[in-house]
């Protein structure tokens, strides 16, 4: 799998990968399946974010520190280009499971802490939990907008949309509260919570705003070009 310089630049890649690139002609490289091995940080770190947003097949990268001869890490990719294993010469691991859609689903590294995630089948994350017994759950509506979050600390809340999926109404797990009102431009026209807070807004037939007026005060919107 080769990558020109024009797929950099698409994938608009800072100024200094690019020219990492163009100098040592990276865009005449195979780069699937190889071993890669440098000593050079900026360059380490440009070939890794290479093989990242690429997804670069089987490629493994070692950085050896050029100030320290002991040092070195070395990070591995799988068939699809995903990170599965990184490791360094501190004896510091990691390592990364994924499902078929390439989301993560479990990580696991040297200091014992773990975590895993499911995805529901549009791919947006439904559970979590880690080693330290933390988690957290997530629901989502027909068009994938979270409808509802709690975790194991306690904390909750739950969202309302409406038919053009935006946001009407949010309660927490707190008692706070608080509810939206929009135009057909989809533009917010009113707003209040539980803690007495409250604004409403109108418009002109710009969809500019003209009014203002809530709970803090209440403004008229000028503009005058001369």
């Known amino acids: 799998m080769k990558i020109s310089v024009q797929d950099l630049v698409e994938k608009k890649t800072c100024p200094q990968d690019l020219k990492i690139y163009e100098y040592f002609n990276l865009d005449q490289i195979d780069w699937s399946g190889k071993k890669i091995t440098i000593n050079d940080k900026d360059y380490y770190d440009s070939i890794t974010w290479l093989v990242e947003n690429f997804k670069i097949p089987n490629v493994q990268i070692i950085f050896r520190d050029p100030y320290d001869q002991n040092y070195w890490e070395k990070i591995e990719f799988n068939e699809f280009g995903l990170e599965t294993r990184f490791e360094d010469s501190t004896k510091f691991w990691h390592r990364k499971e994924y499902n078929e859609l390439g989301f993560i689903t479990r990580y696991e590294d040297s200091t014992e802490y773990w975590y ?111």
Do not use: H
């Open 116 to 226: 895993e995630k499911e995805y529901n089948k549009l791919g947006l994350e439904t559970k979590f939990e880690d080693s330290t017994k933390y988690w957290y759950k997530k629901e989502y509506n027909k068009f994938g907008l979270e409808t509802k979050f709690e975790d194991s600390k306690g904390f909750l809340w739950k969202k309302e949309y409406n038919e053009f999926g935006l946001e009407t109404k949010f309660e927490g797990s707190d008692e706070y509260l608080y509810k939206k009102e929009y135009n057909k431009f989809g533009l917010i026209t009113k707003f209040e919570d539980s803690k007495e807070n409250w604004y409403k807004k109108e418009y002109d037939k710009d969809n500019l705003e003209i009014k203002y007026e809530g709970s803090d005060g209440e403004r008229r919107i000028k503009l005058l070009v001369e």
